[in-house]
C-alpha cells in the first residue's frame, strides 16, 4: 500500500477500510491531490478545511507567513511599549490599546490570516476574496479554528474595490503564475484547483500590478505587506515599486532558496 493511500486510512478514517475508503482511494488514482482527499492541510499549527476546494496552501506560503507572525509581535512589543510610556501617569489603558489592524487579501481559503491570528495576540484581522465559494471556506476556517468573531470581517471585494479600512499589515498572495507556463504545471493542480487562484495573465503581472497601484492607500503609516510572487517577477515588481513610490522593499527567499516574497513599505 502506498504511503499516501495509507495516510487516507490513517488521518480520515481511522485506520478501518470501508466503502468511502475504496472511493477516496481511486480518486487519488485519478491524480486529485491528496490535501483534497483528506480534506484539510496543516498551517502554522491551524487546521485548514479545504471542502470548498479552494487553493491548497503551499509550504512556501507557511513559511513567510511564520516571519510576518514574528515580524508582528515584534511590531505589538513597539507599540505596547510606547504605550507604556505614555501611560505612566494613567494607566487606565486596555487592550485596544495594542490591536494592529491585518488585512488578508487574494485569501483564498484564509489559511494566512487565520494563522497569524492563532500564532498573535491583540490583532484584529480582515479577510478579502472576490469568489464567493472562498468566502464560505474563510468562514467555515474561522469557525473551525475557533477565532472570536470580534477579532475579524469577511469581504468580498474586488482586490481593493470594497476596503475602506487603512491596516498596520497587507498580507497578499495573488494569482501570479504567467499563463504562457501553464504547460509547466502539474497535471493535478490544473485538474483539480481554482485556475483563478493561479493565473495572473500573460506575465502573471494582472493582479500584482493592480494590487500595488492601491495598496498603499490601504496602509497605516509604518505598515508594511507582505506579497508572494514567481521568482522571475522581481524586476518587474521593483520598476512598479518605484512607479508608485514605495518607500522601501526587500526581496527574501523562501526555504528552497527561490526569491518568493518582498516586504514592502
Known amino acids: 500500500m ?3 493511500i495509507q495516510w487516507i486510512l490513517k488521518e480520515k478514517y481511522n485506520g478501518k477500510p470501508s466503502k468511502e475508503f475504496k472511493k477516496d482511494v481511486k480518486r487519488f488514482e485519478k491524480g486529485e491531490p491528496l490535501d483534497y482527499i ?3 492541510k496543516e498551517f502554522l499549527g491551524c487546521k485548514i478545511d479545504l471542502s470548498k476546494k479552494p487553493l491548497i496552501p503551499r509550504p512556501e506560503t507557511e513559511y513567510w507567513t511564520a516571519k510576518a507572525v514574528e ?7 513597539m507599540k505596547k511599549s510606547a504605550e507604556d ?5 494613567n494607566r487606565s489603558w486596555g487592550r485596544e490599546n495594542y490591536e494592529l489592524k491585518a488585512l488578508d487579501i487574494f485569501a483564498g481559503s484564509g489559511c494566512v490570516g487565520i494563522a497569524i491570528l492563532a500564532n498573535v495576540e491583540n490583532l484584529l484581522c480582515d479577510f478579502s476574496d472576490i469568489d464567493k465559494n472562498n468566502l464560505k471556506q474563510i468562514k467555515i476556517n474561522l469557525d473551525k479554528n475557533f477565532v472570536d468573531q470580534k477579532k475579524y470581517k469577511v469581504i468580498q471585494s474586488d482586490i481593493f474595490s470594497k476596503i475602506k479600512n487603512k491596516y498596520d499589515f497587507i498580507f497578499a498572495n ?3 503564475i504567467p499563463t504562457k507556463n501553464k504547460s509547466k504545471i502539474q497535471k493535478s493542480v490544473l485538474k483539480y484547483e481554482p485556475k483563478k487562484a493561479l493565473f495572473g495573465g500573460a506575465d502573471g503581472m494582472k493582479f500584482i500590478n493592480k494590487f500595488l497601484k492601491d495598496a498603499k492607500k490601504h496602509l497605516n503609516e509604518g505598515g508594511k505587506i507582505f506579497m508572494e510572487f514567481d521568482p522571475p517577477q522581481k524586476n518587474k515588481i521593483e520598476k512598479l515599486l518605484k512607479k508608485y513610490k514605495y518607500a522601501s522593499w526587500q ?9 518568493r516574497w518582498v516586504v514592502i513599505k
Open 174 to 176: 495573488p494569482p501570479y
Open 85 to 89: 510610556v505614555k501611560s505612566t501617569v
Open 71 to 77: 515580524e508582528i509581535k515584534i511590531a505589538l512589543a
Open 251 to 259: 526581496f527574501n527567499k523562501d526555504q528552497y532558496g527561490k526569491l
Open 2 to 4: 502506498k504511503k499516501e
Open 38 to 40: 483528506i480534506g484539510f
